[in-house]
């Protein structure tokens, strides 16, 4: 038996109330989740998102929607209003990208949450925690549950282009930094799992990025810098972070080179 659709409060939120109308006007015209996936050139996946309101579209998708929902601008109207309410949630967004993901690119001034242990974790954030909060305790465990990713049938690919600082730097004691480290150089056993290391002497952002390609196809990413970050899912915002990363990417060390710089990294922490 199917399972039934996912009830929708309009009144709770933007994306829910576009999830709505898309359903409401998918049925009127006796289309199903295939046939208008179909029309608008993405799988049925993306729009079984869009109208459960787990992952909103972007501008353009919402515009192709209108027109074949013959929905004479009340789609694209709301679109404003999903902008901004992704710049206020930006972080639960991209984590739902992220869970997904069939491919994910990141730059990093720190190891990456996916590739964390849990004292450098709870080290790293305790700074916006208070010493022994119970908060800090369940933010850890969340970003570790993350890391189930890497279980599935078919995990993502995971390229990541760390700045050295992230293996210099002491975030919690020598022990927590050298076990950190030996978690990358497991890591990078793994054949999905790539790092390079980005020295010193090149120049780097003030932030990380990540480059999510989901199931689909579709493309977004994510910047952010201290407590502060956006989601983007528009072609050309894309673009602009794939460069960015690119050129990062270009003055890091290979595979190899980068795991031997590790290891003189976690002799020095012991």
Request: glycine letters at 6%; charged letters at 25%.
């Given at each position: ?156 690919w995971l ?72 989601y983007y899912?528009e072609p ?35």
């Open positions: 038996m199917a399972r039934p659709p996912k009830e929708l409060t309009p009144e709770k939120s933007v994306e829910d109330l576009l999830g709505a109308r898309i359903r409401k006007l998918r049925l009127a015209l006796g289309w199903s989740v295939e046939e208008l996936a179909e029309k608008v050139f993405v799988g049925p996946g993306r729009i079984t998102q869009i109208e459960t309101a787990n992952d909103p579209p972007g501008r353009r998708l919402t515009e192709q929607l209108d027109v074949v929902l013959r929905a004479n601008g009340s789609l694209t109207e709301l679109w404003p209003l999903i902008k901004a309410e992704a710049f206020k949630d930006y972080a639960k967004r991209f984590l739902r990208a992220q869970a997904t993901a069939r491919a994910i690119h990141e730059f990093s001034l720190a190891v990456p949450g996916l590739l964390q242990v849990e004292p450098y974790a709870r080290a790293l954030m305790g700074i916006d925690y208070p010493e022994r909060s119970a908060d800090l305790e369940d933010a850890v465990v969340r970003r570790i549950e993350r890391q189930t990713i890497f279980g599935r049938p078919n995990p993502p390229w990541v282009v760390l700045y050295e600082t992230a293996l210099v730097q002491g975030h919690g004691s020598p022990e927590t930094m050298a076990a950190q480290i030996d978690h990358l150089l497991v890591m990078v056993g793994h054949p999905n799992i790539n790092i390079q290391i980005l020295p010193l002497n090149k120049p780097a952002i003030p932030g990380s990025i990540s480059l999510l390609t989901a199931p689909e196809g579709e493309r977004s990413a994510y910047a952010e810098g201290f407590n502060t970050g956006a899912q050309d915002d894309v673009d602009r972070f794939q460069r960015i990363y690119d050129q990062l990417q270009a003055g890091a060390l290979d595979t190899e080179a980068s795991a031997q710089v590790m290891r003189d990294a976690r002799r020095k922490h012991r």
